[in-house]
């Protein structure tokens, strides 16, 4: 797993995560409290939440992904 940070919303990280698993590959991203700028590789999330995509990480980020 490979990270980077790529924003941060109102003191959350939205942070794109490479994820690998056999021969399979996706990316993921994932809005969090934290982040290890040295440590990309080796994150360890306190209360990250996973999103398929930027959108929806977002609108979670500005408190508009459940206000529909």
């Known amino acids: 797993m490979k990270s980077r940070k790529v924003a941060e919303i109102n003191g959350r990280n939205i942070i794109l995560v490479d994820q690998e ?3 399979t590959k996706w990316i993921q991203w994932v809005v969090s409290r ?10 360890k999330w306190d209360s990250g939440v996973y999103f ?15 206000k529909q």
């Open 52 to 66: 398929d995509s930027l959108t929806d990480a977002v609108n979670y980020s500005t408190g508009k992904f459940l």
């Open 21 to 23: 698993y056999k021969d």
């Open 34 to 43: 934290t982040y290890d700028e040295t440590q990309p590789e080796n994150q």
